[in-house]
């Protein structure tokens, strides 16, 4: 029986597992319910920024697209944010070779200040982030634009703000939400900046989206690991 003789330490260890199992277990159960609760995240979100500067006017009413200005969201994890010298291709009196452009608009407008001391001094503008997940999550924007997930599903109607705002809970509960179905939210991909975008005559959104999720194999994965490397 000797085999089976534990020093004393082994009898406080055990006495203690029993608080510890139910420490994880309450550790566990407060991850999921705070996980859970949409109060915890930032919908609304607005920050001020340093140049007024409209979506809804640029992306609305002038119909620019979206990547446009933002040039790596179907390549990249990251959404590229443009360079001051995007907006001076529409804003700046002169072009490169000092000519002065018959399209400059606004160029002396008090608004745009700080996009033309941006210009001058090479220092890019300060723009606010507005969305931010916690750097334990991996997001990837390419991973969805290029397989029909438009920006509207987790951005909402960027093309009628004139600030922009955060419209989605972006929680983990909301991701997966949509992991586990993504019928109704899946589009042919060359429309996913189509903000506005409804489904032809006779068919749903559904209908649409699972065609494309059969024909690609789209199966957004729920493991773990894809959103936490
Ligand atoms: C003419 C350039 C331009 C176009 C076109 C444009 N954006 Fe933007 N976008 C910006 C700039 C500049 C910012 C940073 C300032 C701000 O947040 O308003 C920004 C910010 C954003 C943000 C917030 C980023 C953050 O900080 O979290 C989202 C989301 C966004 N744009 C989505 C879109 C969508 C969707 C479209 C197309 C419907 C679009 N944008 C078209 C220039 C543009
Ligand atoms: C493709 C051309 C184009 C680009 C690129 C563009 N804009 Fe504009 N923007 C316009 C036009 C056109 C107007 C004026 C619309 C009107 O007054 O009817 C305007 C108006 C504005 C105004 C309002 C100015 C005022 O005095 O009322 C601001 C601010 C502005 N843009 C900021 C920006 C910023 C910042 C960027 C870069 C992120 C940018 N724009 C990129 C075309 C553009
Ligand atoms: C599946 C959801 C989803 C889709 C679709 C999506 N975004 Fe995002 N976007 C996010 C999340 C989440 C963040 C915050 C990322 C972070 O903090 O790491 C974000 C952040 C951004 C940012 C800030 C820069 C960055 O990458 O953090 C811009 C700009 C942006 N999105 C533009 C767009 C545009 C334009 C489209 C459509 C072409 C789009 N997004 C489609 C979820 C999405
Ligand atoms: C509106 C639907 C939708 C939302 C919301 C959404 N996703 Fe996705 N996600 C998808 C689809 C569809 C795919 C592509 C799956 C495929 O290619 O088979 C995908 C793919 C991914 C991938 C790439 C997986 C891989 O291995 O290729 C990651 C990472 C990811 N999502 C993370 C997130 C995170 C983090 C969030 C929340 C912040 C989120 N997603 C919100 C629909 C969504
Ligand atoms: C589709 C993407 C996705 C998947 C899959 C996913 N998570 Fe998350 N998880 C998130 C996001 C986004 C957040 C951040 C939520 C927030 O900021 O409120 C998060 C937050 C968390 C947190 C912190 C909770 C908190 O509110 O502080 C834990 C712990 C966690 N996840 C564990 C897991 C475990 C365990 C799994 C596998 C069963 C998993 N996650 C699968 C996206 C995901």
């Not at 139910?22 to 140049?51: H, S």
């Not at 990837?140 to 509207?152: E, F, L, N």
Request: proline fraction near 8%; include cysteine.
């Amino acid at each position: 029986m000797d085999r089976f003789h534990f020093p004393a330490w082994v009898n406080t260890l055990v006495s203690l597992l029993g608080p510890i199992v139910t420490l994880g277990l309450i550790y566990v159960i407060a991850v999921l319910w705070y996980g859970a609760v949409p109060a915890t995240t930032d919908v609304g979100y607005a920050p001020k920024q340093p140049v007024p500067y409209s979506h809804k006017l640029h992306a609305g009413d002038l119909k620019i697209d979206c990547r446009y200005c933002h040039t790596t969201v179907d390549k990249a994890a990251f959404a590229a944010i443009p360079p001051t010298q995007t907006c001076m291709n529409c804003h700046s009196p002169k072009d490169a070779a000092g000519q002065v452009l018959t399209t400059a608009v606004h160029s002396d407008s008090k608004k745009l200040a700080p996009v033309r001391e941006s210009y001058a001094s090479g220092k890019p503008v300060e723009w606010q982030k507005v969305h931010d997940l916690p750097d334990y999550v991996y997001f990837d924007h390419s991973a969805h634009v290029t397989r029909g997930v438009s920006c509207v599903e987790c951005h909402g109607r960027v093309d009628r703000m004139e600030v922009v705002f955060q419209a989605k809970e972006l929680s983990m509960s909301w991701c997966l939400n949509c992991h586990r179905n993504p019928e109704a939210r899946v589009r042919p991909p060359e429309l996913v900046t189509k903000l506005d975008w409804t489904p032809p005559k006779g068919k749903t959104a559904e209908d649409v989206g699972r065609e494309i999720i059969e024909q690609r194999g789209i199966k957004p994965p729920t493991n773990c690991s894809t959103c936490h490397r």
